[in-house]
T-cell receptor
Framework: KAGVTQTPRYLIKTRGQQVTLSCSPI?????VSWYQQTPGQGLQFLFE???????NKGNFPGRFSGRQFSNSRSEMNVSTLELGDSALYLC??????????????FGPGTRLTVL | DQQVKQNSPSLSVQEGRISILNCDYT??????FLWYKKYPAEGPTFLIS?????DKNEDGRFTVFLNKSAKHLSLHIVPSQPGDSAVYFC???????????FGKGTHLIIQP
């Protein structure tokens, strides 16, 4: 079974631009979660989508948004980029939503650099 | 306010010895705990988990211990192998209601 894939792997943008990252979950998985990893804050939860609906949201500004398609693929968007948005963005998929014992499997991440 | 803390940014252990990684949490609503391992340029990989109704879970060389009264968990790796060199993240969940809350990680280095 193929793992979680994320595209692109690397991205360079300038301040004020917007960016869209893509995540394809493991086949059959319906939940997709997004996390931001930075050296200072570590891994932080952004949001989770299940059946095309946002189920949970972390403590991030409205510039961070996402969506999920009927095939469970997900995209996240960051508008009006700031230097502090430079980070590794990780996507994780699981079978269901809201089940603690349902393991989340992570993709390799997208490294975003904002200049 | 960090709800999951890994106070050791790095740990060096000799090959064949036991590696003990520690994690503390502050939120008593957490009821499920996980350990993930991360190599450079890869996403975190699930290692082992434990429910709050247990105090120990074992899987091969990996054992996780949970002390609820102390709000502390630890991961034991015995024996440590060179391939265990990686960053280890402790994570906690509130019944799956929110996303995982991660610690900042401990870089484990296994020395030959």
């Amino acid at each position: 079974k193929a793992g979680v894939t994320q595209t692109p792997r690397y991205l360079i943008k300038t301040r004020g631009q917007q960016v869209t990252l893509s995540c394809s979950p493991i086949s059959g998985h319906r939940s997709v979660s997004w996390y931001q990893q930075t050296p200072g804050q570590g891994l932080q939860f952004l949001f989770e989508y299940f059946s095309e609906t946002q189920r949970n949201k972390g403590n991030f500004p409205g510039r961070f948004s996402g969506r999920q398609f009927s095939n469970s693929r997900s995209e996240m968007n960051v508008s009006t980029l700031e230097l502090g948005d430079s980070a590794l963005y990780l996507c994780a998929s699981s079978l269901w939503s809201g089940v603690a014992t349902d393991t989340q499997y992570f993709g390799p991440g997208t490294r975003l650099t904002v200049l | 306010d960090q709800q999951v803390k890994q106070n050791s940014p790095s740990l060096s252990v000799q090959e064949g010895r036991i590696s003990i990684l520690n994690c503390d949490y502050t939120n008593s609503m957490f009821d499920y705990f996980l350990w993930y391992k991360k190599y450079p340029a890869e996403g975190p990989t699930f290692l082992i988990s434990i429910s709050s109704i247990k105090d120990k879970n074992e899987d091969g060389r990996f054992t996780v211990f949970l002390n609820k009264s102390a709000k502390h968990l630890s991961l034991h790796i015995v024996p440590s192998q060179p391939g265990d060199s990686a960053v280890y993240f402790c994570a906690a969940s509130r019944g799956g209601a929110d996303g995982l809350t991660f610690g900042k990680g401990t870089h484990l280095i296994i020395q030959p």
